[in-house]
């Protein structure tokens, strides 16, 4: 299956029946992206933006690979998925072998709070397959921890996801001052907003203090350019 044979409502109930964080380990702020979402953010970076074609994608914290599985499915050359948690790698690399999509993505685990990802990539990369590394080649896709159990996560994703890449795509919950504090904070690190792309997301009960069954909020899809000379 690629981009060119793939109906949305198609990648939508491949996503929704993956299998999911069992359980979900609030220190990492695990939570997943939903199934419409998931869609909605690769038909806009597949076709819209033109991100996925010949390009490795990177998955920051990819968990149990949802964001992952739907680079693949749309047609990135090669996907790779890389998390902290070794037990949701293996739920990621479950999901992948059940869609028979082993040799398009590759898992890690690493920690980004501790490790460079510049030294974390070029020890995983593929020349033979790949052609020699270059940013240029790599578009990072992440739906960073929201940084409330530890401070300023999601900023240091996006530091470390710019050292590699020539595009990223982050989402962040939305609201105003997120915004403005966002584009500061991607300014300062030698980065500029190319566009933003509202999505509404839907969060499912998680964890026992979500009093809901499911709450819908609105995100942002950010779209980051390196700042070039
Ligand atoms: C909000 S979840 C996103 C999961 C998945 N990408 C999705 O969208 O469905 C954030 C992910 O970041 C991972 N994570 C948290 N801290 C990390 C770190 N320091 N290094 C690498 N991954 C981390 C968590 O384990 C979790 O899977």
């Known amino acids: 299956m690629t981009a060119y044979n793939l109906k949305k409502s198609e990648l939508i109930n491949i996503i929704q029946g993956l299998k999911t964080f069992n359980p979900p380990k609030i220190r990492y702020e695990q939570y997943i992206t939903d199934a419409i979402t998931t869609a909605d953010i690769f038909f806009h970076i597949g076709f819209e933006q033109q991100d996925l074609e010949n390009r490795i994608v990177l998955d920051l914290g990819c968990g149990t690979g949802n964001l992952t599985v739907a680079a693949a499915l749309m047609g990135a050359d090669h996907v790779i998925g890389l998390d902290v948690d070794p037990d949701a790698l293996a739920i990621c690399k479950e999901n992948v072998k059940s869609l028979e999509l082993d040799t398009k993505v590759s898992c890690i685990q690493a920690d980004l709070q ?12 593929r020349s033979d397959d790949w052609g020699e590394f270059s940013p240029e080649t790599i578009v990072t896709v992440t739906n960073p921890p929201f940084g409330v159990k530890v401070r300023g996560a999601d900023t240091i994703f996006l530091k470390q996801a710019l050292k590699v890449s020539s595009v990223v795509y982050s989402l962040h ?12 904070k991607i300014s300062q690190l030698g980065a500029r907003v190319d566009l933003i792309f509202p999505l509404s997301l839907v969060l499912k009960h998680t964890y026992h203090f979500h009093s809901k069954k499911q709450k819908r909020v609105t995100a942002d899809l950010y779209r980051i350019l390196p700042l070039t000379e």
């Open 114 to 125: 501790k490790e460079d990802l510049r030294e974390i990539i070029s020890r995983s990369w």
């Open 173 to 184: 919950l939305a609201h105003p001052k997120g915004r403005d504090f966002l584009n500061q």
